[in-house]
């Protein structure tokens, strides 16, 4: 610490002082209405139906799970830059191994189709494989569908 | 003057500073936007119709102060202020100009990279807490925008934090008096720009508010101040990813001629008004695209760029 931290605290203390006053002032000033539609959610304009906690595209997940594995990996990447030079070539070393692991670990989540949204055309692919065993007619979005048929490869068609 | 003196003259004079500011870049954006798209932009208010932004601010004291019957009601009265909380302390850490600036902390980088983090909080509480659709669909979109991009915001200044040797900000800028960081560190300056955008839901990284999607996404239930203060943390944050960037990209207050202030501010508004000008130029991507640059594209540079880095300093000054 290059001299006292506490003008920090000084300086957080205002900052909530300033949002909770600015809450404040706007309460008090803000007016007040109760008609027939305050109490409902905003849908556009049109009375609002089905589920408000619906199922959820699986990706967000995904990322999320990513976001643990990769932040995590930072972390550790921020330890060395502060000492890069001290460290040498050693350390730059060391680095280097943690880094390829790192990079390993992403390609394999790329292969895997992690990254992308919607449907890919190893998804379709594994789906049509699944489906020819069954020897119905395959048919993807209501419409007849055949082996080498093009597709697109990423997003919804 | 004391230490203790100054410490509180530079925290008043830097908030009221910033607090002014984000209300001012209100009026420079839309009259920027007006200037880049051939229109007017609000000029009917006050000369140069200056006095929108107070006008603006009074509409939004006034204004009904909503708190949904269906809503989590303290999580959502307390979710606004977050994003200000956390965009306001982070200003305490960046150095204005020698012997300007709140505290001079040795984690300076380390310190508004977790306030930006906490900072996601608060439009995923808001989204989640505000219990209808559009909001919830943009909770959960920033939610996945910013901790993708968050990723590689640290990692990106890693590069200058292996250049300066020191997470200290003031000793980042005053290890640039030989040359400025954006041209050795170019990719960085690059990924930390587009991390800023998204972390910061400016166009064209708004997906958690499209408009056109989602309504008004993650504070589409929020109204008068709760909603006037979400505004002015996006703005907050624009002006702190541009003093942040000036400050380890661009040498900071470092300049000639003019007192060293000035060039800070001066640096600061150009970025500013580059992040205006994306905002007039550039289409929103679909939300794949998003995180598919942050994760296939963003990601491996900032690696590649920390690895090159630290061989080319090791290389230049030996262990």
Redesign the interface.
């Known amino acids: 610490?290059?001299?006292?931290?506490w003008?920090?605290l000084?300086?957080?203390a205002?900052?909530?002082g300033?949002?909770?006053g600015?809450?404040a002032?706007?309460?008090l000033?803000?007016?007040?209405?109760r008609e027939r539609a305050?109490?409902e959610?905003?849908?556009?304009g049109i009375v609002?139906t089905?589920e408000?906690?619906g199922r959820?595209s699986i990706?967000?997940y995904v990322?999320?799970l990513?976001?643990v594995i990769?932040?995590l990996e930072?972390a550790f990447?921020?330890a060395?830059?502060?000492v890069?030079?001290?460290?040498?070539?050693?350390g730059?070393a060391g680095?280097?191994v943690f880094?390829v692991l790192?990079?390993v670990g992403?390609v394999y989540e790329?292969r895997q189709g992690a990254?992308?949204?919607?449907r890919t055309r190893r998804a379709i692919e594994r789906a049509l494989a699944a489906r020819e065993s069954s020897r119905r007619p395959v048919t993807l979005a209501g419409v007849p569908f055949e082996r080498g048929t093009p597709v697109g490869t990423?997003?919804r068609r | 003057m004391t230490e203790t003196a100054r410490a509180l003259w530079s925290l008043g004079g830097i908030v009221l500073a910033v607090l002014s500011l984000a209300a001012g870049l209100i009026w420079v954006e839309r009259r920027l936007l007006a200037v880049w798209q051939e229109r007017y932009g609000p000029n009917r208010v006050g000369p140069l119709g200056l006095g929108q932004v107070l006008a603006d601010t009074v509409k939004l004291l006034f204004k009904e102060d909503w708190i949904p019957p269906f809503a989590d009601r303290p999580v959502f009265v307390l979710a606004p202020t977050i994003v200000m909380i956390t965009v306001l302390t982070s200003f305490a850490v960046v150095p204005v100009a020698p012997g300007i600036g709140v505290v001079d902390l040795n984690v300076g980088v380390l310190f508004v990279l977790a306030m930006s983090s906490l900072g996601a909080y608060s439009v995923v509480l808001a989204g989640w807490s505000s219990n209808s659709k559009y909001s919830l669909l943009g909770g959960l979109r920033a939610a996945s925008q910013m901790i993708s991009y968050e990723v590689f915001m640290g990692l990106a200044l890693m590069g200058v934090v292996v250049l300066a040797g020191s997470f200290d900000l003031r000793r980042i800028v005053e290890a640039q008096r030989d040359g400025w960081f954006c041209g050795p560190q170019l990719l960085g300056l690059v990924a930390f720009l587009v991390a800023g955008l998204a972390e910061t839901h400016r166009l064209p990284f708004d997906l958690p508010e499209a408009e056109s999607e989602l309504v008004a996404g993650f504070h589409s239930e929020y109204s008068g101040m709760k909603f006037g203060m979400f505004f002015v943390g996006e703005y907050l944050g624009v002006i702190l990813i541009s003093a942040l960037t000036t400050t380890l990209f661009f040498g900071g207050w470092l300049g000639p001629w003019l007192p060293p202030v000035v060039w800070l501010l001066l640096k600061t508004f150009v970025l500013i008004a580059f992040f205006v000008l994306c905002r007039a130029t550039l289409p929103r991507p679909r939300f794949d695209q998003l995180t598919g640059y942050a994760w296939k594209w963003l990601l491996p540079l900032t690696l590649v760029n920390l690895a090159v880095t630290g061989a080319i300093r090791l290389a230049l000054e030996g262990p």
């Open positions: 610490m290059t001299g006292a931290a003008p920090l000084v300086h957080l205002v900052a909530i300033l949002a909770a600015m809450m002032v706007s309460h000033l803000g007016e007040r209405h305050t109490g959610p905003y849908e556009s609002g089905g408000l906690r959820l990706n967000f990322v999320g990513l976001f990769f932040d930072a990447l921020f060395w830059a502060i890069a030079v001290e460290a040498g070539w050693a730059y680095m280097l880094l790192l990079g992403l790329w990254l992308d949204w919607g990423k997003g």
